[in-house]
């Protein structure tokens, strides 16, 4: 796993299978984004077996294959569809693409993990809601700055646990690798990936609502910037807001991370709460530790610093399958998975309103 790569950035862990072999076959499709290697990790880890995959590309077929060889190559995605012992289609298409590649799954009767941002458009995230409510299947969002990172799970479990008292705010900074010359032409296109508030913040504003206990907020600040070379391609991105428990939030999201930097993002998080603070650093502890994953916790007993890497795992996929086979929500509800969608893209309109 590369920890300078971003895009490629795939984690895996050992955990205990939820399921028994042959019990949860789920097949990967449209491979245009490296989190897919992450999203098939993570429900391998976890007791899942793939036994499809489909994708355009030969050469990303033929990557994939060699990393998972448990995949059968089919000709047309329809023959996943079809399949009815397939329970669950993972994607990482183009964003544009993923809301209408996640209908044909749920008129299928099957679920769909995509990669993060589910959606460009508010248009879409309707069409599928109703699909949703209609299909009653699931629609899975693979949010991993929080779902695939130790110390942002670990720190989850510190706020709902009430330790450090109610979250009044939530401050995330998100900074990214470039990367330019590895990039596929959509990245630079933003119809094709919907802005960065609603591609990477999509990630910041699920990870507000779950520290926060949040089921709504309302915006107060949004903006973005522009690359001056790749005009399609915003590289920076701020905005605000205050949710229904009252608790505020802020993020930075950009593309600035330095060439000397050993990780591909020095991913923070800072949690206050009326008994306590967190600080996460997810991915590097800047000049003493790469890779990283601590939680750094101060409450009425102390200062503790909390090693998470390796140590707290990824329980969400396992949760994901058993939300899956059984109709719970115990991974994260559906109402939950939209709204940090929804709340990202109002975001991003409010920007693009204001800053052109």
Same mark, same amino acid.
Request: contains cysteine; proline residues 4%.
């Given at each position: 796993?590369?920890?300078?790569?971003?895009?490629?950035?795939?984690?895996?862990?050992? !955990?205990?299978?939820?399921?028994?072999?042959?019990? =949860? &076959?789920?097949?990967?499709?449209?491979?245009?984004?490296?989190?897919?290697?992450?999203?098939?990790?993570?429900?391998?880890?976890?007791?899942?077996?793939?036994? !499809?995959?489909?994708?355009?590309?030969?050469?990303?077929?033929?990557?994939?294959?060699?990393?998972?060889?448990?995949?059968?190559?089919?000709?047309?995605?329809?023959?996943?569809?079809?399949?009815?012992?397939?329970?669950?289609?993972?994607?990482?298409?183009?964003?544009?693409?993923? !809301?209408?590649?996640?209908?044909?799954?749920?008129?299928?009767?099957?679920?769909?993990?995509?990669?993060?941002?589910?959606?460009?458009?508010?248009?879409?995230?309707?069409?599928?809601? &109703?699909?949703?409510? &209609?299909?009653?299947? &699931?629609?899975?969002?693979?949010?991993?700055?929080?779902?695939?990172?130790?110390?942002? #799970?670990?720190?989850?479990?510190?706020?709902?646990?009430?330790?450090?008292?109610?979250?009044?705010?939530?401050?995330?900074?998100?900074?990214?690798?470039?990367?330019?010359?590895?990039?596929?032409? #959509?990245? =630079?296109?933003?119809?094709?990936?919907?802005?960065?508030?609603?591609?990477?913040?999509?990630?910041?504003?699920?990870?507000?609502?779950?520290?926060?206990?949040?089921?709504?907020?309302?915006?107060?600040?949004?903006?973005?910037?522009?690359?001056?070379?790749?005009?399609?391609?915003?590289?920076?991105?701020?905005? !605000?807001?205050?949710?229904?428990?009252?608790?505020?939030?802020?993020?930075?999201?950009? #593309?600035?991370?330095?060439?000397?930097?050993?990780?591909?993002?020095?991913?923070?998080?800072?949690?206050?709460?009326?008994?306590?603070?967190?600080?996460?650093?997810?991915?590097?502890?800047?000049?003493?530790?790469?890779?990283?994953?601590?939680?750094?916790?101060?409450?009425?007993?102390?200062?503790?610093?909390?090693?998470?890497?390796?140590?707290?795992?990824?329980?969400?996929?396992?949760?994901?399958?058993?939300?899956?086979?059984?109709?719970?929500?115990?991974?994260?509800?559906?109402?939950?998975?939209?709204?940090?969608?929804?709340?990202?893209?109002?975001?991003?309109?409010?920007?693009?309103?204001?800053?052109?």
């Amino acid at each position: 796993m590369s920890i300078s790569d971003g895009a490629n950035y795939a984690p895996s862990a050992s !955990a205990e299978h939820v399921v028994s072999p042959g019990e =949860f &076959r789920f097949a990967a499709a449209f491979l245009d984004h490296g989190h897919i290697n992450g999203q098939v990790n993570g429900l391998l880890d976890a007791g899942g077996e793939l036994v !499809a995959v489909y994708d355009t590309d030969p050469t990303r077929l033929k990557a994939f294959c060699e990393r998972f060889p448990t995949a059968r190559v089919v000709e047309q995605f329809g023959d996943i569809l079809e399949d009815d012992s397939i329970r669950l289609v993972a994607s990482a298409a183009i964003p544009n693409q993923r !809301a209408d590649i996640g209908l044909q799954v749920l008129e299928a009767g099957k679920d769909y993990f995509t990669d993060k941002s589910p959606f460009t458009t508010l248009e879409q995230l309707e069409i599928v809601r &109703r699909t949703v409510e &209609r299909t009653k299947r &699931r629609y899975f969002v693979y949010y991993a700055e929080r779902l695939h990172n130790e110390a942002a #799970w670990r720190a989850g479990e510190i706020t709902q646990s009430g330790e450090i008292g109610d979250v009044i705010q939530v401050l995330n900074i998100a900074p990214h690798r470039l990367a330019a010359t590895t990039r596929p032409g #959509w990245f =630079f296109e933003k119809q094709s990936y919907g802005g960065i508030l609603t591609d990477i913040g999509s990630h910041q504003v699920e990870q507000f609502l779950t520290y926060a206990g949040c089921q709504e907020a309302s915006l107060t600040m949004a903006r973005v910037r522009k690359h001056p070379e790749y005009l399609g391609l915003e590289d920076f991105g701020e905005m !605000a807001m205050v949710g229904d428990t009252g608790a505020s939030f802020y993020s930075r999201v950009d #593309w600035f991370t330095p060439a000397g930097m050993p990780v591909w993002g020095d991913g923070r998080t800072f949690i206050t709460g009326t008994k306590g603070t967190i600080e996460i650093r997810k991915y590097v502890d800047v000049a003493r530790l790469a890779p990283a994953s601590l939680v750094i916790l101060a409450d009425n007993t102390g200062v503790h610093e909390i090693n998470c890497l390796g140590q707290v795992g990824f329980p969400f996929f396992g949760q994901l399958i058993l939300d899956s086979l059984n109709g719970t929500e115990q991974a994260m509800s559906q109402a939950h998975i939209f709204k940090a969608a929804e709340l990202s893209m109002l975001a991003q309109k409010l920007a693009d309103e204001q800053h052109g």
